[in-house]
C-alpha cells in the first residue's frame, strides 16, 4: 500500500480534459507538504511535471496543471494529445520520509 | 545541465550486496541545499523512494529498507552511493539517482534531473 492513494487507471479522448486525484492524510499532504508529479512514459525514466503543487518546469506545457486542497492533490491534463500516454505519479513527505503514490495508468482512446 | 548516470552490476546474487554509484556532471554535488536521492521501480510496478543524502552528509532512509541500505558520497569524484545488503528477489529493480531539490522549508521536495535508470537483477 502506497501512503499516497491515485487511481490504477484513467482514460480519455484526444482534445478532453482529466483529471488524477493523489489522496494523502494529515501526516503529508494535510501536513502542508507539497506535492510533485512526475509522467513516466514508457521504458524511460521519470520526468518532472509540477513541482510545489502548481509550478511548471520550462518546457511543461500549460495543458499540464496541479492544485492541492486539505489532504488531497489533483493532476489536470486538459486537451488530451496521444503523446500523453503514460504512467503518472504524485510525491510528497511524511515524518522524514519522501513517499510516492502508487500511480495512475492515463490511457487516450 | 545537470545528468546523472547510474553505474553497478546488473546481476547480483541473493543474499548479496548491491552496490550502485551515481555520477553528476554539469554541476557540483556539493552545491548547497540540494539533496541526493535513490528511488527504484520493481518491474511493472511503481516508484519507491529508498533514500537521500544531503550535501552535508545527513541521510534519509525508507523505514522499510534501513536495516539493510547505505547511501555515501564522495564529493571528490562527483559521486553518490546505495549499498543494499542481504538483497533477495524482491529487490529486483529499475534503480534511479536523482537531485532532490528542497522546499520552501527546506524539507525534501521534487526530483529533478533523473539519471537514466538501471536495471539490477537478483538471482543466483
Known amino acids: 500500500q502506497s501512503v499516497l492513494t491515485q487511481p490504477p487507471s484513467v482514460s480519455g479522448a484526444p482534445g478532453q480534459r482529466v483529471t488524477i486525484s493523489c489522496t494523502g492524510s494529515s501526516s503529508n499532504i494535510g501536513a502542508g507538504y507539497d506535492v510533485h508529479w512526475y509522467q513516466q512514459l514508457p521504458g524511460t525514466a521519470p520526468k518532472l511535471l509540477i513541482y510545489g503543487n502548481s509550478n511548471r518546469p520550462s518546457g511543461v506545457p500549460d495543458r499540464f496543471s496541479g492544485s492541492k486542497s486539505g489532504t488531497s492533490a489533483s493532476l489536470a491534463i486538459t486537451g488530451l494529445q496521444a503523446e500523453d500516454e503514460a504512467d503518472y505519479y504524485c510525491?510528497?513527505?511524511?515524518?522524514?520520509?519522501?513517499?510516492f503514490g502508487g500511480g495512475t495508468k492515463l490511457t487516450v482512446l | 545541465q545537470l545528468q546523472l548516470q547510474e553505474s553497478g552490476p546488473g546481476l547480483v546474487k541473493p543474499s548479496e550486496t548491491l552496490s550502485l554509484t551515481c555520477t553528476v556532471s554539469g554541476g557540483s554535488i556539493s552545491s548547497s541545499s540540494y539533496y541526493w536521492g535513490w528511488i527504484r521501480q520493481p518491474p511493472g510496478k511503481g516508484l519507491e523512494w529508498i533514500g537521500s543524502i544531503y550535501y552535508s552528509g545527513s541521510t534519509y532512509y525508507n523505514p522499510s529498507l534501513k536495516s539493510r541500505v547505505t547511501i555515501s558520497v564522495d564529493t571528490s569524484k562527483n559521486q553518490f552511493s546505495l549499498k543494499l545488503s542481504s538483497v533477495t528477489a524482491a529487490d529486483t529493480a529499475v534503480y534511479y539517482c536523482?537531485?532532490?531539490?528542497?522546499?520552501?522549508?527546506?524539507?525534501?521536495?521534487?526530483?529533478?534531473?533523473w539519471g537514466q535508470g538501471t536495471l539490477v537483477t537478483v538471482s543466483s
Open positions: 510525491q510528497s513527505y511524511d515524518s522524514s520520509h519522501v513517499v
Open positions: 536523482a537531485r532532490l531539490s528542497p522546499d520552501d522549508y527546506g524539507d525534501p521536495g521534487w526530483f529533478d534531473p
